[in-house]
């Protein structure tokens, strides 16, 4: 990444260009050219700016290749000055400038010359079902997508894609999902009190511009706010032919937010539980892997980094409550009548924040997969599952060696 990237969100840089996460104002669109850059990119079929091949397969060549990225700066540039007057006291705004100016110097790019031109919108899009994804879907595949299910809750926890449950020591703001269609990132800080625990307190959903359906848009909440509104303050986005790509709905306002997203298929909803922030998603596979190598940090694809992952049962209670285990179990118990990885973690934000009010993020992530999975034997995991299925590779591992062994002795 370049330093003004680095610099301004080093945690969600991509290539040679930065998404930005700050709050932007309605009229302020930066985040629509940042987007309208990565497009221009794809179509060369180059995630590192001057080398790869067309989307199509075919090699491009070097100059043709840096002819298309010079033109993409341009139209990137000139974006920016759409936006001068109301993005003049953004943050972000000032930085992508100042980015777009070192990339035009490092790729000796002339200031004048042509502009990307716009995406051409693919044959299967004129159908009136193209904003409409389960339509879509069934029409192309004659039945219906196949979804999986995230959620991130409490100290914080990780439900993944693949069922795997983890629980993270992470602190600050990590992506969660983050994808061609949706990125998601979370923000953990330290809980009030001087517990070991922490808590999310801040959640940031970017619907990328998908042109032929929505615009670009920016959904935040924080603790003791979670606004039934994107950050325009809209309700909907992307009108077409009397159907919303983007709807934002609440039946708890401050607390709860349920956000459609039609054209992607995919569902998600955001809670104030207790102290804490919580996040879940329901969203078909192909939209899930539709990621680049580049995109190598999502919790709810490969969950926590190794080295953040901490033992839910061995959780540290905090100092000021050296008993706080004695009634917890019997708490958790009562509200989660299985010993699942919801309990589990309902009795290790227990102990570890000793406050009662924590069990409610377990309560809520565990009604919220019951609503968003079908399978109703995939709702409760097993605590050690995850384990289970590491030894039952290694098993199969040393099964093989054995065998191996034995040929070779023969």
Not at 37 to 61: M, Q
Not at 88 to 116: F, W
Not at 350 to 362: K, M, P, Q
Request: hydrophobic residues 35%; glycine residues 8%.
């Amino acid at each position: 990444g370049f330093s003004w990237c680095s610099l301004y969100c080093p945690s969600t840089c991509h290539s040679d260009v930065c998404i930005f996460l700050s709050a932007v104002r309605a009229s302020c669109r930066i985040l629509r050219c940042n987007s309208d850059f990565v497009a221009a990119k794809l179509d060369l079929g180059s995630s590192g700016g001057g080398e790869g091949g067309a989307a199509g397969g075919a090699a491009l060549s070097r100059e043709a290749v840096n002819t298309g990225y010079c033109s993409a700066l341009r139209s990137y540039a000139m974006c920016t000055k759409r936006m001068a007057r109301p993005c003049r006291g953004d943050l972000a705004y000032h930085s992508a400038v100042q980015g777009i100016e070192d990339l035009l110097i490092q790729y000796r790019c002339p200031r004048a010359g042509p502009t990307a031109q716009p995406r051409p919108l693919p044959q299967d899009t004129l159908s009136g079902d193209a904003c409409l994804y389960e339509r879509s879907f069934f029409s192309r595949e004659g039945r219906t997508p196949e979804y999986l299910h995230c959620s991130v809750f409490g100290d914080p926890h990780v439900r993944t894609f693949n069922d795997n449950f983890q629980t993270c020591a992470v602190q600050g703001a990590w992506p969660v999902i983050d994808n061609e269609y949706l990125y998601i990132q979370a923000t953990s800080s330290p809980s009030t009190g001087g517990s070991y625990s922490t808590t999310l307190t801040k959640i940031t959903i970017i619907f990328k511009n998908t042109r032929q359906c929505t615009d670009q848009q920016l959904y935040q909440a924080e603790l003791h706010n979670v606004p039934a509104a994107f950050a325009d303050g809209s309700v909907s986005s992307g009108e077409r032919r009397g159907h919303h790509s983007l709807t934002v709905w609440t039946q708890s306002p401050g607390r709860h937010a349920e956000i459609r997203a039609a054209h992607i298929g995919t569902l998600l909803v955001v809670r104030q539980s207790g102290r804490s922030l919580s996040l879940s998603v329901r969203s078909p596979r192909s939209i899930v892997e539709a990621f680049g190598p580049e995109q190598d940090l999502q919790l709810c694809v490969w969950g926590c980094p190794p080295s953040q992952r901490v033992n839910t049962l061995h959780p540290v209670p905090p100092d000021s409550m050296p008993s706080a285990a004695v009634s917890t179990h019997a708490h958790c118990a009562a509200l989660l009548p299985v010993q699942d990885v919801y309990y589990q973690a309902c009795v290790f934000d227990l102990i570890t924040s000793g406050d009662v009010n924590s069990s409610t993020a377990a309560v809520s992530a565990l009604q919220d997969a019951r609503n968003m999975i079908s399978d109703r034997e995939r709702v409760h995991l097993k605590p050690f599952a995850s384990a289970e299925r590491l030894q039952a590779r290694l098993d199969l591992l040393l099964l093989l060696l054995s065998m191996l062994g034995t040929i070779s002795r023969a």
